[in-house]
């Protein structure tokens, strides 16, 4: 069975930082990019950072940008998300989605396969 798990998320201070998993079942993460994504309630998904299969390219969105570090560990078959000075606006809830995707990293229709999602909340 092909599942993608996050984990990972809290309840975090302005300025504090997170560290998100997504973990890998039944499928190997070697030959996908792997995106992160979240979601404010009433707002749409959004793209947040892409790691590709190929070369281990990163790419960020610009609200992200100079915070937030992807990385993935293929021996463990997880994918990281390293959230640091965190803004109440980064507020949402985060999936991590696979597919095999070369260029439009930041499409939502460019992943197949999701995870259900970890709440992130910034707050004091």
């Known amino acids: 069975q092909v599942q993608l798990v996050e984990s990972g998320g809290g309840l975090v201070q302005p300025g504090g930082s997170l560290r998100l998993s997504c973990a890998a079942s039944g499928f190997s993460l070697d030959y996908y990019a792997i995106g992160w994504f979240r979601q404010a309630p009433g707002k749409e998904r959004d793209w947040v950072s892409t790691i590709s299969s190929s070369d281990g390219s990163t790419y960020y969105a610009d609200s992200v940008k100079g915070r937030f570090t992807i990385s993935r560990d293929n021996a463990k078959n997880t994918v990281y998300l390293q959230m640091n000075s965190l803004k109440p606006e980064d507020t949402a809830v985060y999936f991590c989605?696979?597919?095999?995707?070369?260029?439009?990293?930041?499409?939502?229709?460019?992943?197949?396969?999701w995870g259900q999602g970890t709440q992130v909340t910034v707050s004091s």
């Open positions: 989605a696979a597919g095999r995707v070369s260029y439009y990293w930041w499409r939502v229709e460019e992943y197949d396969n």
